[in-house]
C-alpha cells in the first residue's frame, strides 16, 4: 500500500470524512501485513475545518498557490532589506490578498458542501499570514496538508522605521567590493519584493472586481428568487381557489345527482298513476255502453 497516495487521497476529502477513511485504510494495510503503511496511515491527523478549507484551495487554485507561495519566499528574503516605506507597503498588499483568498477558500468550501463561519474564515486568514511568514507552514500547504491553523503569524504585518536595518554608513561605503555586493543583492532583493508587491495589488484588483461581479450577480438572483417567491404565491392562491371551486363544483354535482335520482322516481310513479288513471276510464267508459 501507497502510504503517500492515501495520504493525497485523505486529505482532499472534508474533515468529517476523515478519520473513518483513514481508519479503514489502516484495517486493510493490517489485513495486508503492510506494518509500515500502517502506522504512517495512522499517523495522520485530521485536519481542522480553516485548515481544510485552506489547503482546498492550494489543491483547487495550484496557479495562484504558487504566486503566493512565492510572494512568501520574497517577503522573508527581502525581510531584512527593504526599507520601511516598501515593507509598509508590501504589509499592506499582502494582507488585501490575503483577504480576498481567504474568501476564495471559503467560497471553494461552501461548493463542496461544507459551509464556514465567519470565525472559521479568520482562522483561514491566520493560516495564510503563517503560510508567508514560515517555510514549514509554507511547505504543509503546498501539499494541502495542513492540520491546524498555526500560531498568530507576526509575518510582515508590524513593521516599523525602528525594525529596518539601518543603510550602510559612509564608513561601510569605503569598502567598495563588500559595499557593491551587498547594494547589488539588496537592489535584486528590492525588486523582486517590487515585482511581488505589484503582482499581489494586481490580485487585489482581479479579486476586487470578482467579488463586484459576484455581488451583482448576487443580487440578480435575489431578485429573480423574489419575482419566483411571488409567482408561486400567486400559482398557490390560483391553486387553492381552483381547489374549493372544484369542491363546490363536487357539492353540487352530488345534489344534483341526487335530485336526478328523485325526479326520475317522480317520473316513473307518475307515468303508472296515469297508466293506471287510463286503465280505470276505459273500463267506465265500457261499462256505459252496455
Known sequence: MDAEEVAEELYGLKPS?????????????????????????????RPG?????????????????????????TLREAHRTLDAEQLR??????????????????????EAGQPVSDTVLHEIEQTLHGVLADPEVAEQWSKGRLVKVPEAAVGFTAVTPEKVPAR??????????????????????LERARTAAREAEAEVRRRERETASAQEAQVAARVKADEAAERVRHLEDTLEEARRARTAADAATAKAGTALTTAERALREARRAAEQARHAAERLEQQSDR
Open 17 to 45: 470524512e476523515f478519520t473513518a477513511a483513514r481508519d479503514a485504510y489502516v484495517a486493510q494495510a493490517r489485513k495486508v501485513k503492510d506494518a509500515a503503511a500502517a502506522k504512517a496511515i495512522a499517523g495522520l491527523r
Open 49 to 73: 475545518l480553516a485548515a481544510w478549507a485552506a489547503n482546498l484551495l492550494a489543491r483547487e487554485r495550484r496557479q495562484e498557490a504558487e504566486q503566493f507561495l512565492a510572494l512568501g519566499e
Open 89 to 110: 507597503t508590501a504589509s499592506r498588499h499582502q494582507h488585501q490578498l490575503i483577504t480576498a483568498l481567504a474568501r476564495t477558500a471559503a467560497a471553494l468550501a461552501r
Open 168 to 189: 550602510p554608513d559612509s564608513a561601510e561605503s569605503q569598502q567598495p567590493k563588500k559595499a557593491t555586493g551587498r547594494s547589488a543583492v539588496r537592489r535584486e532583493d
